[in-house]
């Protein structure tokens, strides 16, 4: 069930039970898909990040990808950088 905040946003932070010192990817909360075990990291899947980036952002693919590999996927913020992973969906050009 998700926690609806007064203006109808979802507050991932509360449905997930993210620990305060949990770091979340601004402006990608529609694209976590879970919590790690061991740790409590927010996990974000990379093609729903992508496919944000393509419609929200109006970037092409190859876009997408550069900002991904050059602003997100290899940034590291602490031991409380979330993680990314692929699921497995081909975004290939």
Not at 22 to 50: H, P, Q, T, W
């Amino acid at each position: 069930m998700n926690s609806v905040t007064e203006n109808n946003q979802i507050n991932y932070r509360s449905e997930w039970d993210f620990a305060d010192d949990v770091l979340l990817a601004d402006g990608f909360d529609e694209c976590i898909i879970g919590k790690n075990y061991a740790d409590g990291r927010a996990v974000y899947s990379i093609e729903r990040m992508l496919e944000v980036m393509i419609i929200r952002d109006e970037m092409s693919m190859d876009e997408s990808i550069e900002y991904f590999d050059f602003n997100i996927g290899t940034a590291y913020v602490g031991e409380m950088t979330p993680i990314y992973i692929w699921q497995g969906e081909s975004y290939n050009s």
